[in-house]
Protein backbone atom coordinates (compact mmCIF):
# COMPACT_ATOMS: atom_id res chain seq x y z
CA UNK A 1 0.00 0.00 0.00
CA UNK A 2 1.57 3.29 -0.51
CA UNK A 3 2.01 6.70 1.57
CA UNK A 4 -0.78 7.78 -0.36
CA UNK A 5 -3.55 5.41 0.49
CA UNK A 6 -2.54 4.87 3.94
CA UNK A 7 -3.43 8.26 4.60
CA UNK A 8 -6.54 8.51 2.93
CA UNK A 9 -7.72 4.80 4.83
CA UNK A 10 -6.54 6.30 8.40
CA UNK A 11 -7.73 9.80 7.14
CA UNK A 12 -11.27 8.27 6.86
CA UNK A 13 -11.59 5.41 9.31
CA UNK A 14 -10.94 8.17 12.19
CA UNK A 15 -13.26 10.47 10.41
CA UNK A 16 -15.99 8.30 10.60
CA UNK A 17 -15.60 7.28 14.19
CA UNK A 18 -14.40 10.58 15.31
CA UNK A 19 -16.77 13.59 13.46
CA UNK A 20 -18.31 16.26 15.23
CA UNK A 21 -22.15 16.61 14.79
CA UNK A 22 -22.51 19.49 12.95
CA UNK A 23 -25.71 20.40 10.97
CA UNK A 24 -24.94 20.38 7.56
CA UNK A 25 -23.44 16.66 8.16
CA UNK A 26 -26.68 15.92 8.30
CA UNK A 27 -28.22 16.02 4.78
CA UNK A 28 -25.38 17.03 2.67
CA UNK A 29 -27.94 19.58 1.11
CA UNK A 30 -25.35 21.52 -1.57
CA UNK A 31 -26.86 24.58 -0.46
CA UNK A 32 -26.74 24.29 3.33
CA UNK A 33 -22.77 22.86 2.22
CA UNK A 34 -22.46 25.80 0.58
CA UNK A 35 -23.87 28.33 3.38
CA UNK A 36 -21.51 26.00 5.96
CA UNK A 37 -18.52 26.79 4.00
CA UNK A 38 -18.76 30.36 3.54
CA UNK A 39 -19.71 31.19 6.96
CA UNK A 40 -16.59 29.35 7.99
CA UNK A 41 -14.55 31.74 6.17
CA UNK A 42 -12.04 33.79 8.80
CA UNK A 43 -15.58 32.87 11.54
CA UNK A 44 -14.69 30.23 14.57
CA UNK A 45 -17.00 27.23 14.05
CA UNK A 46 -18.71 28.54 17.74
CA UNK A 47 -20.27 31.39 16.31
CA UNK A 48 -21.16 29.82 13.01
CA UNK A 49 -23.13 27.26 14.53
CA UNK A 50 -25.14 29.79 16.34
CA UNK A 51 -26.20 31.51 13.10
CA UNK A 52 -26.52 28.73 10.81
CA UNK A 53 -29.66 26.92 11.73
CA UNK A 54 -31.47 30.59 12.28
CA UNK A 55 -30.32 31.41 8.55
CA UNK A 56 -31.87 28.58 6.98
CA UNK A 57 -35.15 29.10 9.15
CA UNK A 58 -35.14 32.21 7.42
CA UNK A 59 -33.81 31.12 3.84
CA UNK A 60 -34.83 27.57 4.20
CA UNK A 61 -33.91 26.42 0.10
CA UNK A 62 -31.94 28.16 -2.44
CA UNK A 63 -35.09 29.57 -4.48
CA UNK A 64 -35.96 31.43 -1.28
CA UNK A 65 -32.46 32.92 -0.14
CA UNK A 66 -32.02 34.03 -4.19
CA UNK A 67 -35.17 35.93 -3.93
CA UNK A 68 -34.33 37.98 -0.78
CA UNK A 69 -33.85 41.73 -0.93
CA UNK A 70 -30.12 42.23 0.29
CA UNK A 71 -31.56 44.28 3.28
CA UNK A 72 -33.27 40.78 4.48
CA UNK A 73 -29.96 39.10 3.66
CA UNK A 74 -27.57 41.70 5.81
CA UNK A 75 -30.29 41.55 8.14
CA UNK A 76 -30.25 37.62 8.98
CA UNK A 77 -26.42 37.85 8.43
CA UNK A 78 -25.63 40.07 10.99
CA UNK A 79 -23.60 39.75 13.94
CA UNK A 80 -21.46 37.54 11.64
CA UNK A 81 -19.47 39.88 10.17
CA UNK A 82 -17.60 40.11 6.30
CA UNK A 83 -20.51 41.10 5.16
CA UNK A 84 -18.91 41.42 1.91
CA UNK A 85 -19.50 37.16 2.44
CA UNK A 86 -23.45 37.65 2.24
CA UNK A 87 -23.79 39.85 -0.47
CA UNK A 88 -21.65 37.35 -2.57
CA UNK A 89 -23.50 34.59 -1.35
CA UNK A 90 -26.99 36.33 -2.56
CA UNK A 91 -25.03 37.06 -6.09
CA UNK A 92 -24.12 33.43 -6.47
CA UNK A 93 -27.75 32.11 -5.47
CA UNK A 94 -29.01 34.53 -7.84
CA UNK A 95 -26.35 33.27 -10.70
CA UNK A 96 -27.18 29.53 -10.07
CA UNK A 97 -31.14 30.49 -10.63
CA UNK A 98 -30.90 32.21 -13.55
CA UNK A 99 -27.90 30.10 -15.32
CA UNK A 100 -28.61 26.41 -13.97
CA UNK A 101 -31.98 25.94 -13.14
CA UNK A 102 -31.98 26.91 -9.36
CA UNK A 103 -29.77 23.81 -8.91
CA UNK A 104 -25.98 24.04 -7.85
CA UNK A 105 -23.73 22.28 -10.32
CA UNK A 106 -21.37 19.44 -8.90
CA UNK A 107 -18.59 19.90 -11.60
CA UNK A 108 -15.89 22.40 -10.32
CA UNK A 109 -15.47 24.34 -13.24
CA UNK A 110 -19.22 24.98 -13.48
CA UNK A 111 -18.94 26.05 -9.72
CA UNK A 112 -16.10 28.43 -10.35
CA UNK A 113 -18.66 30.23 -12.86
CA UNK A 114 -20.57 31.05 -10.34
CA UNK A 115 -19.88 34.76 -8.49
CA UNK A 116 -18.09 34.03 -4.79
CA UNK A 117 -17.28 30.85 -5.43
CA UNK A 118 -13.06 30.08 -5.51
CA UNK A 119 -11.39 27.11 -5.81
CA UNK A 120 -11.61 26.53 -2.57
CA UNK A 121 -15.18 26.43 -1.97
CA UNK A 122 -15.72 24.82 -5.54
CA UNK A 123 -13.96 21.75 -4.43
CA UNK A 124 -15.55 21.28 -0.93
CA UNK A 125 -19.21 21.75 -2.64
CA UNK A 126 -18.53 19.32 -5.28
CA UNK A 127 -16.44 16.85 -2.91
CA UNK A 128 -18.92 17.28 0.18
CA UNK A 129 -22.17 17.95 -1.23
CA UNK A 130 -21.73 15.94 -4.29
CA UNK A 131 -18.47 13.05 -3.24
CA UNK A 132 -16.37 13.81 -5.92
CA UNK A 133 -13.32 13.87 -6.20
CA UNK A 134 -11.80 17.50 -6.04
CA UNK A 135 -9.47 18.76 -3.82
CA UNK A 136 -9.39 21.37 -1.60
CA UNK A 137 -6.73 23.11 0.44
CA UNK A 138 -7.87 26.29 3.42
CA UNK A 139 -5.16 26.93 5.77
CA UNK A 140 -5.70 24.10 8.19
CA UNK A 141 -4.90 21.73 5.19
CA UNK A 142 -2.06 23.20 4.22
CA UNK A 143 -0.27 23.24 7.42
CA UNK A 144 -1.54 18.88 7.85
CA UNK A 145 0.01 18.61 4.07
CA UNK A 146 3.46 20.84 4.93
CA UNK A 147 3.61 18.34 7.85
CA UNK A 148 3.38 15.01 6.34
CA UNK A 149 4.87 16.11 2.88
CA UNK A 150 6.94 19.07 3.65
CA UNK A 151 6.71 22.77 3.34
CA UNK A 152 7.81 23.06 -0.37
CA UNK A 153 5.16 20.40 -1.87
CA UNK A 154 2.61 21.78 -4.28
CA UNK A 155 -0.43 21.32 -1.43
CA UNK A 156 -3.23 21.29 -4.34
CA UNK A 157 -1.01 18.82 -6.41
CA UNK A 158 -0.85 16.85 -3.00
CA UNK A 159 -4.59 17.12 -2.00
CA UNK A 160 -5.19 16.04 -5.47
CA UNK A 161 -3.72 13.15 -5.26
CA UNK A 162 -4.59 12.49 -2.03
CA UNK A 163 -8.52 12.84 -2.68
CA UNK A 164 -7.92 11.02 -5.95
CA UNK A 165 -7.24 7.72 -3.97
CA UNK A 166 -9.77 8.15 -0.84
CA UNK A 167 -12.11 5.73 -0.90
CA UNK A 168 -15.18 8.78 -0.55
CA UNK A 169 -14.18 12.03 -1.14
CA UNK A 170 -16.63 13.57 1.07
CA UNK A 171 -15.58 11.33 3.77
CA UNK A 172 -11.77 12.41 3.10
CA UNK A 173 -11.65 16.45 2.59
CA UNK A 174 -13.94 16.22 5.69
CA UNK A 175 -11.68 14.43 7.74
CA UNK A 176 -8.44 16.68 6.88
CA UNK A 177 -10.58 19.36 7.96
CA UNK A 178 -11.54 17.51 10.97
CA UNK A 179 -7.72 16.65 11.81
CA UNK A 180 -6.50 20.00 11.37
CA UNK A 181 -8.90 21.94 13.49
CA UNK A 182 -8.87 19.50 16.43
CA UNK A 183 -5.85 17.34 16.52
CA UNK A 184 -3.01 19.08 13.61
CA UNK A 185 -3.39 22.57 15.40
CA UNK A 186 -1.23 25.48 14.43
CA UNK A 187 0.85 25.22 17.99
CA UNK A 188 1.29 22.02 19.93
CA UNK A 189 -0.28 19.80 17.46
CA UNK A 190 -1.49 16.70 19.78
CA UNK A 191 0.51 13.96 17.28
CA UNK A 192 0.09 11.30 20.15
CA UNK A 193 -3.92 11.35 18.90
CA UNK A 194 -3.20 11.31 15.50
CA UNK A 195 -4.43 8.49 12.59
CA UNK A 196 -1.60 10.08 10.46
CA UNK A 197 2.00 10.28 12.40
CA UNK A 198 3.38 7.21 11.12
CA UNK A 199 3.24 9.21 7.65
CA UNK A 200 4.21 12.38 9.07
CA UNK A 201 7.36 13.63 8.23
CA UNK A 202 7.47 16.93 10.81
CA UNK A 203 6.61 14.13 13.21
CA UNK A 204 9.57 12.09 12.10
CA UNK A 205 11.81 14.73 12.22
CA UNK A 206 10.86 15.87 15.72
CA UNK A 207 9.94 19.39 13.59
CA UNK A 208 5.83 19.00 14.66
CA UNK A 209 5.21 23.19 15.16
CA UNK A 210 6.50 23.36 10.70
CA UNK A 211 4.00 25.70 9.11
CA UNK A 212 3.28 26.08 4.99
CA UNK A 213 6.30 28.85 3.89
CA UNK A 214 4.53 32.76 4.18
CA UNK A 215 3.70 33.84 1.05
CA UNK A 216 5.91 34.92 -0.98
CA UNK A 217 6.27 38.85 -1.63
CA UNK A 218 4.01 40.13 -4.68
CA UNK A 219 6.08 40.16 -7.75
CA UNK A 220 5.03 41.98 -11.02
CA UNK A 221 5.00 40.04 -14.07
CA UNK A 222 4.06 40.57 -17.85
CA UNK A 223 2.13 37.84 -19.79
CA UNK A 224 0.70 37.70 -23.43
CA UNK A 225 -2.77 36.30 -24.23
CA UNK A 226 -4.01 36.04 -28.12
CA UNK A 227 -7.68 35.99 -29.37
CA UNK A 228 -7.01 33.77 -32.10
CA UNK A 229 -10.09 33.77 -34.57
CA UNK A 230 -10.64 31.47 -37.44
CA UNK A 231 -12.44 32.48 -40.12
CA UNK A 232 -15.81 31.45 -38.78
CA UNK A 233 -14.83 33.94 -35.88
CA UNK A 234 -14.36 31.30 -33.48
CA UNK A 235 -11.55 31.57 -30.54
CA UNK A 236 -8.92 29.48 -30.04
CA UNK A 237 -8.97 28.32 -26.42
CA UNK A 238 -7.00 25.87 -24.18
CA UNK A 239 -8.05 23.77 -21.54
CA UNK A 240 -5.94 24.25 -18.21
CA UNK A 241 -5.81 21.65 -15.73
CA UNK A 242 -8.58 22.81 -13.58
CA UNK A 243 -11.18 22.23 -16.67
CA UNK A 244 -11.15 26.09 -17.34
CA UNK A 245 -10.94 27.55 -20.59
CA UNK A 246 -8.04 29.60 -21.33
CA UNK A 247 -7.06 31.87 -24.17
CA UNK A 248 -3.52 30.94 -25.75
CA UNK A 249 0.24 32.48 -24.36
CA UNK A 250 2.13 32.90 -27.63
CA UNK A 251 0.26 31.55 -31.08
CA UNK A 252 2.78 30.03 -33.85
CA UNK A 253 0.04 29.38 -36.13
CA UNK A 254 -1.96 32.61 -36.12
CA UNK A 255 -1.14 35.45 -38.66
CA UNK A 256 -1.90 38.90 -38.47
CA UNK A 257 -0.85 39.69 -35.03
CA UNK A 258 -1.76 43.02 -33.53
CA UNK A 259 -1.54 44.21 -30.25
CA UNK A 260 -4.95 45.87 -28.75
CA UNK A 261 -4.53 46.84 -25.28
CA UNK A 262 -3.00 45.87 -21.97
CA UNK A 263 -5.19 45.20 -18.03
CA UNK A 264 -3.26 44.66 -15.43
CA UNK A 265 -4.53 41.36 -12.99
CA UNK A 266 -3.88 40.17 -9.46
CA UNK A 267 -3.48 36.51 -9.27
CA UNK A 268 -1.91 35.37 -6.01
CA UNK A 269 1.06 36.70 -5.11
CA UNK A 270 1.37 37.95 -8.52
CA UNK A 271 0.75 41.45 -10.45
CA UNK A 272 0.16 40.44 -13.99
CA UNK A 273 0.29 43.04 -16.86
CA UNK A 274 -1.53 41.70 -19.69
CA UNK A 275 -0.96 42.34 -23.18
CA UNK A 276 -4.22 40.97 -25.43
CA UNK A 277 -3.21 40.65 -29.42
CA UNK A 278 -5.80 39.15 -31.93
CA UNK A 279 -4.65 37.63 -34.66
CA UNK A 280 -6.22 35.19 -37.18
CA UNK A 281 -5.51 30.87 -37.43
CA UNK A 282 -6.47 28.42 -38.94
CA UNK A 283 -5.49 24.76 -37.29
CA UNK A 284 -6.21 24.37 -33.42
CA UNK A 285 -2.95 23.71 -31.78
CA UNK A 286 -2.27 20.72 -29.49
CA UNK A 287 -5.00 20.62 -26.11
CA UNK A 288 -6.71 23.60 -27.80
CA UNK A 289 -10.21 23.74 -29.68
CA UNK A 290 -12.15 26.08 -31.66
CA UNK A 291 -15.02 27.94 -29.16
CA UNK A 292 -17.68 29.76 -31.01
CA UNK A 293 -18.77 32.92 -29.63
CA UNK A 294 -22.03 32.35 -28.75
CA UNK A 295 -20.89 29.49 -26.58
CA UNK A 296 -17.92 31.50 -24.70
CA UNK A 297 -20.59 32.15 -22.17
CA UNK A 298 -21.35 29.09 -21.87
CA UNK A 299 -17.64 27.72 -20.97
CA UNK A 300 -15.78 28.10 -17.60
CA UNK A 301 -12.73 30.70 -17.95
CA UNK A 302 -11.32 32.83 -15.29
CA UNK A 303 -11.86 36.50 -15.39
CA UNK A 304 -8.77 37.60 -16.47
CA UNK A 305 -9.75 35.56 -20.07
CA UNK A 306 -12.93 37.40 -19.38
CA UNK A 307 -11.20 40.79 -19.67
CA UNK A 308 -8.93 40.12 -22.39
CA UNK A 309 -12.42 38.78 -24.59
CA UNK A 310 -13.39 42.18 -23.13
CA UNK A 311 -10.96 43.90 -24.57
CA UNK A 312 -11.30 41.93 -27.81
CA UNK A 313 -14.48 42.76 -28.10
CA UNK A 314 -15.49 38.90 -28.48
CA UNK A 315 -17.69 38.65 -25.48
CA UNK A 316 -20.12 41.72 -27.22
CA UNK A 317 -20.12 39.09 -30.43
CA UNK A 318 -21.13 36.65 -27.90
CA UNK A 319 -24.20 38.76 -26.62
CA UNK A 320 -25.46 39.17 -29.64
CA UNK A 321 -25.12 35.73 -31.25
CA UNK A 322 -26.79 34.38 -27.81
CA UNK A 323 -29.80 36.99 -28.95
CA UNK A 324 -30.13 34.60 -32.05
CA UNK A 325 -32.06 31.75 -29.66
CA UNK A 326 -35.92 32.70 -29.77
CA UNK A 327 -37.00 34.36 -26.78
CA UNK A 328 -39.48 36.54 -25.25
CA UNK A 329 -39.02 39.79 -23.66
CA UNK A 330 -41.69 41.01 -21.35
CA UNK A 331 -41.96 44.87 -21.44
CA UNK A 332 -41.95 46.29 -17.86
CA UNK A 333 -44.01 49.25 -16.91
CA UNK A 334 -40.80 51.26 -16.77
CA UNK A 335 -40.12 55.37 -17.63
CA UNK A 336 -37.51 54.21 -19.67
CA UNK A 337 -39.71 52.28 -21.97
CA UNK A 338 -41.03 54.22 -24.69
CA UNK A 339 -43.17 54.11 -27.38
CA UNK A 340 -42.62 56.87 -30.16
CA UNK A 341 -46.69 56.60 -32.35
CA UNK A 342 -47.34 58.24 -35.43
CA UNK A 343 -50.45 57.78 -37.86
CA UNK A 344 -50.89 59.17 -41.37
CA UNK A 345 -53.18 59.56 -44.30
CA UNK A 346 -53.24 61.24 -47.23
CA UNK A 347 -53.27 64.84 -45.80
CA UNK A 348 -51.94 64.76 -42.45
CA UNK A 349 -49.97 63.37 -39.92
CA UNK A 350 -49.96 62.18 -36.34
CA UNK A 351 -46.82 61.79 -34.00
CA UNK A 352 -47.04 61.25 -30.08
CA UNK A 353 -44.95 59.39 -27.32
CA UNK A 354 -45.66 57.45 -24.17
CA UNK A 355 -43.79 54.97 -21.96
CA UNK A 356 -46.97 53.82 -20.69
CA UNK A 357 -46.27 50.77 -22.72
CA UNK A 358 -46.72 46.73 -21.86
CA UNK A 359 -46.82 43.95 -23.80
CA UNK A 360 -44.01 41.05 -24.96
CA UNK A 361 -41.28 40.89 -27.89
CA UNK A 362 -40.41 37.86 -29.09
CA UNK A 363 -37.49 38.13 -30.95
CA UNK A 364 -35.92 35.95 -33.55
CA UNK A 365 -32.81 37.90 -34.69
CA UNK A 366 -32.03 34.96 -37.08
CA UNK A 367 -35.00 35.36 -39.11
CA UNK A 368 -36.03 38.97 -38.24
CA UNK A 369 -39.23 38.64 -40.39
CA UNK A 370 -40.47 36.46 -37.28
CA UNK A 371 -40.20 38.18 -34.48
CA UNK A 372 -43.33 40.00 -33.34
CA UNK A 373 -43.96 42.91 -30.98
CA UNK A 374 -47.35 43.13 -28.86
CA UNK A 375 -47.44 46.11 -27.05
CA UNK A 376 -50.19 47.56 -25.45
CA UNK A 377 -50.54 51.27 -25.06
CA UNK A 378 -52.49 53.50 -23.02
CA UNK A 379 -53.28 56.18 -25.74
CA UNK A 380 -54.56 58.75 -23.20
CA UNK A 381 -50.95 59.32 -22.12
CA UNK A 382 -49.53 59.71 -25.79
CA UNK A 383 -47.71 63.33 -25.77
CA UNK A 384 -48.07 65.00 -29.06
CA UNK A 385 -45.53 67.83 -28.17
CA UNK A 386 -48.48 70.31 -29.15
CA UNK A 387 -49.09 70.57 -24.63
CA UNK A 388 -52.00 73.25 -25.72
CA UNK A 389 -53.86 70.44 -28.34
CA UNK A 390 -52.68 67.24 -26.56
CA UNK A 391 -56.07 66.36 -25.53
CA UNK A 392 -57.90 67.28 -28.65
CA UNK A 393 -55.47 66.00 -30.99
CA UNK A 394 -55.74 62.57 -29.16
CA UNK A 395 -59.76 62.53 -28.75
CA UNK A 396 -60.09 63.98 -32.71
CA UNK A 397 -57.55 61.73 -34.36
CA UNK A 398 -57.16 58.59 -31.97
CA UNK A 399 -60.65 58.08 -30.49
CA UNK A 400 -59.23 58.52 -26.98
CA UNK A 401 -62.54 58.41 -25.47
CA UNK A 402 -64.19 55.32 -26.65
CA UNK A 403 -60.63 53.19 -27.15
CA UNK A 404 -58.08 54.63 -23.88
CA UNK A 405 -56.13 51.65 -25.12
CA UNK A 406 -54.87 49.91 -28.01
CA UNK A 407 -53.00 46.76 -28.89
CA UNK A 408 -50.56 46.65 -31.85
CA UNK A 409 -48.35 44.82 -34.00
CA UNK A 410 -44.96 46.39 -34.77
CA UNK A 411 -43.69 46.45 -38.49
CA UNK A 412 -39.99 47.32 -37.34
CA UNK A 413 -38.02 46.80 -34.25
CA UNK A 414 -34.97 48.20 -32.95
CA UNK A 415 -32.88 46.55 -30.40
CA UNK A 416 -32.53 48.17 -27.06
CA UNK A 417 -28.82 49.54 -26.22
CA UNK A 418 -27.26 48.51 -23.03
CA UNK A 419 -28.76 44.89 -23.20
CA UNK A 420 -28.44 43.59 -20.04
CA UNK A 421 -25.76 41.19 -19.32
CA UNK A 422 -28.84 38.40 -17.87
CA UNK A 423 -30.17 38.49 -21.66
CA UNK A 424 -27.57 35.85 -22.49
CA UNK A 425 -28.20 33.13 -20.04
CA UNK A 426 -32.30 34.11 -19.06
CA UNK A 427 -35.06 32.77 -21.31
CA UNK A 428 -37.39 35.44 -19.95
CA UNK A 429 -35.95 38.90 -19.18
CA UNK A 430 -37.87 41.81 -17.99
CA UNK A 431 -36.56 45.11 -20.44
CA UNK A 432 -36.41 48.39 -19.07
CA UNK A 433 -35.14 50.30 -22.00
CA UNK A 434 -36.67 49.29 -25.15
CA UNK A 435 -37.91 51.63 -27.66
CA UNK A 436 -40.42 50.77 -30.28
CA UNK A 437 -41.53 52.32 -33.71
CA UNK A 438 -44.78 51.84 -34.54
CA UNK A 439 -47.01 52.78 -37.85
CA UNK A 440 -50.52 52.94 -37.51
CA UNK A 441 -52.19 50.77 -40.09
CA UNK A 442 -55.78 52.03 -39.71
CA UNK A 443 -54.78 55.15 -41.09
CA UNK A 444 -57.96 54.72 -43.37
CA UNK A 445 -60.25 54.92 -40.32
CA UNK A 446 -58.59 58.36 -39.69
CA UNK A 447 -58.54 59.77 -42.37
CA UNK A 448 -62.60 59.53 -42.59
CA UNK A 449 -62.41 61.77 -39.44
CA UNK A 450 -60.57 64.67 -41.60
CA UNK A 451 -62.94 64.94 -44.24
S1 LIG B 1 1.58 13.68 13.49
FE1 LIG B 1 1.39 15.63 14.46
S2 LIG B 1 2.25 17.08 12.98
FE2 LIG B 1 1.92 15.17 11.92
S3 LIG B 1 -0.07 15.44 11.00
FE3 LIG B 1 -0.40 14.43 12.96
S4 LIG B 1 -0.79 16.07 14.40
FE4 LIG B 1 0.09 16.97 12.58
Avoid at 197 to 205: I, N, P
Avoid at 309 to 328: I, M, N
Amino acid sequence: MTNVQRITRKSERWFRRNQRDLPWRRTYDPYHVWVSEVMLQQTRMEVVLRYYERFLQRFPTLADFAAASSDDVTAAWSGLGYYRRARMLREGAIAVREQFGGALPGEVPALMTIPGIGRYTAGAIASIAYDRAAPIVDGNIARILARLFGRRANFWRRADDLVQAAGSARVFNQALMEIGALICKPKQPMCDRCPLRDECRAFASGRTELAPRKRAATVALRRRLYVVRDRRGRILMRRDTRGMFVLVGRSPLAVGQKRIGTFRHTIMNQRVTFEVFTASGQQPTANCSWIATKDLEKVPHPSFVRKALHLAGALLLAASTALADSRTYQIAADAKNTVEFHAEDTYDAFDGRTNKVSGAISADPLKPSASTVEITIDMASLNTGNTLRNREMRELYLETRQHPTSSFKSVSVAAPRGADSRWPHSRHVIVHRAHARLRHQRAKKYSRHRR
